[in-house]
């Protein structure tokens, strides 16, 4: 049996004012921080050992990486940052409070906007621009991004580099974002576009599903205090 976890990064700063983020940077608030500590220690109990740890390419997702990797004794392991596993892309709302836009857009428009599968946030007008993008394509930075149009840009990462580690019998931990895990545990429970509307993936709460050597998924665990 081979373990893969997966962790949504501790409280941000954005989390803590109800702000989207999206591809935006948000520090860790000291909860974040303390959330972190708590899953590291909390997976240390459960005395895994991983081959790989992959995260993001945004700070709160990193830095909740290395303070989970710390925890583990396990500082040593390969990181690997991907633009693949950011959080969704949520356009124009980016930095907005979420109940600013419930007042201006309407409840039902906003619970659409964050929850279904394919409705798509207002987008921007062009795409970023930063240092960590520069070698990708025009075409790969979103305007706004669906559920959907995130799991397409997620699920090849999952394909090329975290399931031919499970294959191999070598436990894998995923530090990311809200929308990025629940795009994976949609494809990993095959739950249906209509079901993932009520799937939540708490701050620093790991989740551990256990496969057998075929990546038939075995366990389904969510560890807690």
């Given at each position: 049996?081979?373990k893969?976890?997966?962790?949504?990064?501790?409280?941000s700063?954005?989390n803590?004012?109800?702000?989207?983020?999206?591809?935006s940077?948000?520090?860790?608030?000291?909860?974040?921080?303390?959330?972190a500590h708590?899953?590291?220690?909390l997976l240390?109990?459960q005395?895994?050992?991983?081959?790989?740890i992959?995260t993001?390419?945004?700070?709160r997702a990193?830095?909740?990486?290395?303070?989970?990797?710390e925890?583990?004794?396990?500082a040593y392991?390969?990181?690997?940052k991907?633009?693949?596993l950011?959080?969704?892309?949520?356009?124009?709302l980016?930095g907005?409070?979420?109940?600013?836009?419930?007042?201006?857009f309407?409840?039902?428009q906003?619970?659409?906007?964050?929850r279904?599968y394919?409705?798509?946030?207002p987008?921007?007008p062009?795409?970023?621009?930063?240092?960590?993008?520069?070698?990708?394509?025009?075409?790969s930075?979103?305007?706004a991004?669906?559920?959907?149009?995130?799991?397409?840009?997620i699920?090849?990462?999952?394909?090329d580099?975290i399931?031919?580690h499970?294959l191999a019998?070598?436990?894998?931990?995923?530090?990311?974002?809200?929308?990025?895990?629940?795009a994976?545990?949609?494809?990993?429970e095959?739950?249906?576009d209509?079901a993932?509307?009520?799937?939540?993936?708490?701050?620093g709460?790991?989740?551990?599903y256990?496969?057998?050597n075929?990546l038939?998924?075995?366990?389904?665990?969510?560890?807690t205090?």
């Amino acid at each position: 049996m081979v373990k893969l976890v997966l962790l949504r990064h501790g409280q941000s700063l954005a989390n803590l004012v109800n702000e989207y983020t999206g591809w935006s940077d948000s520090p860790l608030t000291a909860k974040g921080e303390r959330q972190a500590h708590a899953a590291g220690r909390l997976l240390a109990q459960q005395q895994l050992e991983f081959t790989d740890i992959h995260t993001s390419v945004l700070v709160r997702a990193i830095k909740t990486a290395n303070i989970v990797a710390e925890e583990l004794n396990q500082a040593y392991l390969p990181l690997h940052k991907t633009w693949r596993l950011n959080e969704r892309h949520y356009g124009s709302l980016r930095g907005w409070n979420k109940d600013a836009t419930r007042r201006i857009f309407g409840k039902e428009q906003v619970a659409l906007w964050r929850r279904s599968y394919y409705a798509v946030p207002p987008q921007l007008p062009t795409p970023d621009r930063e240092r960590r993008y520069a070698q990708l394509p025009q075409s790969s930075l979103p305007l706004a991004e669906s559920l959907a149009m995130a799991s397409a840009r997620i699920l090849p990462y999952w394909v090329d580099e975290i399931a031919p580690h499970l294959l191999a019998g070598e436990n894998q931990l995923v530090v990311a974002h809200g929308s990025t895990l629940r795009a994976l545990i949609k494809y990993i429970e095959q739950i249906s576009d209509v079901a993932i509307d009520g799937v939540e993936v708490a701050n620093g709460e790991p989740l551990i599903y256990t496969f057998d050597n075929r990546l038939n998924l075995q366990n389904k665990q969510i560890i807690t205090k």
